[in-house]
């Protein structure tokens, strides 16, 4: 199927979202809240765009392109005035809320917006409540964090607000956050998130550490890896598979000479 | 007793009906939600110890009634007698003895306990002659107050049960639907979606099962329908999710009722059992291959779980958080399966409809609009209570008529309907007609039915104020401009309330409204900036006295006004004693005076005051 973006046509897939089309084909839409990791949850608001269709008789409407499925033929402007002044009113907001998050500043600066008309957030972090974090938790099956409380006090927590017992330290809300706002902290071979402590598991050949004891158990009892499978790290397997590919080569020569 | 055929039924009802020709009289006690705050237990109470003693041959406990809630809740607790429809209001455990002694032993008629008539002030003995009930048209509401909500007799002898009878005899699914469809029902829960045309789509999805869902999350400050509905005949909302569940090919329904209601959810765990019991509900009703299962699904009381899209995920065991619905849930609800939600006052309707027909449903109320409204009518009204009117009806009719007009002699100055994300409409639309499109238009909404009237002493900010307030609190916060938005807001509402707000600040919020609009994920947000818009639209001259005179015109924000004694004082010494900051001077039969510099504007002075003396500034 094929929809068109401001004016332009472009190929879509059935069970895409418009968003997902717009990144493809790298028209700049911001959004704060989607990942390709993650299910769509529409909490930013930011990748609005407005739609019509030639079958709806003229009717336009502003969605979430994150959320809005394609199909043949919708019809998708990414910046009218409105949803520029849209993003621009959020943006607004979000500074209210987080004024010392680089990342908000900078996407508010390209909207023209450099300070924030409302009273901004005391004591405030740099934490947006996309919720990228605690999706992406969730998703992998371990529901260790959760948004706690609900509007003005949402916020991103652990079980009781105590060490979650679930997490595995595996970092994938430190990586998934847009604004970089969730602190992690690896000591010799401890990890300290969440207020909880990890032991990392080094190399058997290196010494380079290179993921959680709980993640690493977790992994191969879930994903039916071998027992040994982070024995050694990402360089050291390389390192062997290298070897290995050599050998070959070298046996490969030697089957050559033999032919002569 | 199982139900299997029409013939059943109406020997049952029979039976049920002769039961109750038998007793001479039935007083029925109100134990709607109005009248139990009153003390109606006590009253019921009384009557039982009397009776118990007294050992009548005609009155026995036998006669005493429970029911739902009667209506006029203002004039709580409320004794009826039937069959005679003579109507005591505010009656106490001391009056129960002269209650038994003249009007059911004597046959004379207790005047003093009488409805006294705002208007003439003449007593009025039947409640069919007050203007409060007289100009109602009662369909969703029609056995509140006249049946005992736990006893399946009492709905059955009222016609109840027949419909279901009617459909599962003798009509097809389709046929249902075609004649809820003609009866032009919209839901009543506030969208005003017409409900045979979500049934027909529902009905025509392919999928694996269906469910129905009752939506019972009443969660606006003030309203009371579903709440009534529920507590007083819980029977007349089961019939109408079966007669759905047939249409539409459920097994399955739930509704889901808040926590807060203890008695609701008490009433139709009963009334299931006793459905289940008749056959009504369970595997293969009367014979048939439609089987159909109702639970009950209580919620923790989050006002945003009255919004479809999160109910459905609080029923699933989700936090009850609303999603995009560019896939309907009529397609894809509750567990991803074709769903069709409707409020408990809809489903009541249903019944009516398939007893009398779509015609008969349609040619009440006007064409957009058909049928009955319920609404809690509340607020500085003389009767406040619980109403059903036909749509079309005039906010005046309603609020001068039914409700007897503005209490004290004060004057009226909005009417909000729609509860917190509704709008206030100012006198001019009195004359506007009731209905879904009507109301919309004027920048209000129908909402689920939540009435609340003010009088001048109110301040139109201070009441934005407050809903936003209440949303702030409500909003489950998962999308931006619902939850930074609407806190921005109300933070800015305050301002104006505090004389801090300059009109740039004015015109920030009107900016930031048109844009809470756009953005918001569901109705919660799209709606939430509707108490400053319509307050704004209307009383825009008291929102410039806040911000350029510092004045609050209704003399109720209290960094803006001043409390002063004048010359009608008396000096009775009455307000020195309440103030509690010490802030009133004076002696015996001089004038008193307030010291400014103290005053905290508690306002304890000015209700104690019983000489007018003490003016608000």
Redesign the interface.
Known sequence: MKIQINGRWYKAFEGEMVLDVLRREKIDVPALCAHEAVEPFGSCRLCMVEITHENWGGWKGNVTSCLYPVEDKLRVTTHTPKINELRKMILNLLLARCPNAPEIQKLAEEYGVTITDFVPRPDADDCILCGLCTRVCAEMGFYAISIVGRGYGREVGTPLNEAPPDCTGCLACVNICPTHCIKYEDVGNVRKIWDREFELVPCKRCGKTIITREFADRLIKDKNLPEDYFDLCDDCKRDDIAKNMSKLVIWQDKKEEVKR | MKIDSPQKLKEWRDRCLKKKAAAKNTIVVCFGPGCLASGCREVYAKFAEILEERKLKDITLKSVKKTGCHGLCEKGPLVVIEPEGIFYTRVKPAHVKDIIENTIINGEVIDKLLYKDPKTDKRIEKYHDIDFYKKQTRIALRNLGHIDPDDIEDYIAAGGYSAVVKVLTSLTPEEVIEEVSISGLRGRGGGGFPAGKKWATCRKVDADTHYVICNGDEGDPGAFMDRSIMEGDPHAVLEGMIICAYAVGARDAYIYVREEYPLAVQHLYKAIEDAMECGLLGENIMGTDFSLDIHVSRGGG?F?CGESSALMKSVAGD?GEP??K??HSVVKGLWDQPTVLNNVETFANVPEIINKGGEWFKSIGIETSTGTKAFSLVGKVENTGLIEVPMGITLREIIFDIGGGIKDGHKFKAVQTGGPSGGCLPETYLDESVDFDSLTKAGSMMGSGGMIVMDDRTCMVDVARYFLKFL??????????C???L??LH?LAVKVTEGKATEDDLA?ME??SE?IV????CGLGKSGPNPFLSTVRYFRDEYLAHIRDKKCPGGVCRELITYEINDKCTGCLACIKPCPVDAISGEKKKIHVIDQALCTKCGACYAICQFDAIDIK
């Open positions: 989050a945003v936090v999603r995009a560019y896939i702030v609190d409500e909003s489950c916060g998962k999308d931006v401009p939850r930074e938005g806190y921005q933070s920030l900016k930031l844009f756009i953005g918001s994920l």
